[in-house]
């Protein structure tokens, strides 16, 4: 009697895992390949920006033959430094005054919640609103105060705009809070700006730094509200900027952009650097 040979099931499983195998890693390939065009196309246009700084004509061009530093010898002097300083002293100040109300904002409604909605509502408002309409609403309350064209006026304009994102990220540090906290800081005795000052500061410190981060970084790039309510005077960087790719195409843009890129760059791997060290060091 003729016996049909039969397979055991382990062996059969590997031969089947052995048949999908190529199928697996084409569709990794695909995905890789797919992955690489994507990141080349949104990467390129930035990278085409570094070689156009290091051109030596009075034109954006690229550099033919000798690399030269004269458009961000540029940034040094004159005009664009100027801007630049502008930017950065008003980033700085937005941050720390939207930081400051953003703060008091979010403990006053972590402490009474009753009309938690409707006061977020409001302040969030600038979110939901047209970027054009609160230029223009801005605009038109600087003009009545004669505040247009001044570094107070701008950097109004930028508080109202940087005020939603500050609080936001202290509601995110406030979520996390309990309020026994504050109710047996106050029934030990402390009152409540030492309270608010030893108990609440500490445990919302990271809330702040991100409230400030984002308010610096919303100021620092700010043009729509620049453009309505700057002029002569105050020239920020992104209205300068504005103003060479509208008029004459200034080559000092791809230095400046250059710089930019590379900080942001530098930001990027120092922060992935601290979090691999942290994820590696015992006790995290």
Known sequence: MNTVPTVSQPAAQKTA???FTPR???ARLLSFAGLLLAAGFLLLPILVIVPLS????????FPEGTWSFRHYLELLNGAWLSSILQSLG?????????????????TGIWLEPRYRVALTGVVLL?????????AMSIYYLGAKVQQLDTLIGVGFGHLM???PYSLIAMLVAYSRLDTS???????????????IRQVLMPNVKVGMAGSFFMAFIMSWEEVVVTLFTSGLNVITLPKRIWDGLRYNLDPAIAAVSTV?????????????????KNADSPGR
């Open 17 to 19: 895992a052995k048949r």
């Open 24 to 26: 697996i890693d084409i």
């Open 54 to 61: 290091f051109g030596d004509q009075r034109y954006l061009a």
């Open 90 to 106: 008003l980033a700085v100040a937005v941050g720390l005054v939207s930081t400051a109300l953003a703060f008091l904002f979010a």
């Open 126 to 134: 600038p979110m939901i609103v047209p970027q054009v309409v609160s």
């Open 161 to 163: 705009m940087a005020l």
């Open 181 to 195: 906290l504050y109710k047996a800081s106050r029934s030990l005795g402390a009152g409540l700006w030492m309270t």
């Open 260 to 276: 930019m890129i590379f900080i942001t760059l530098v930001v990027l791997l120092v922060r992935m650097y601290r979090h691999d």
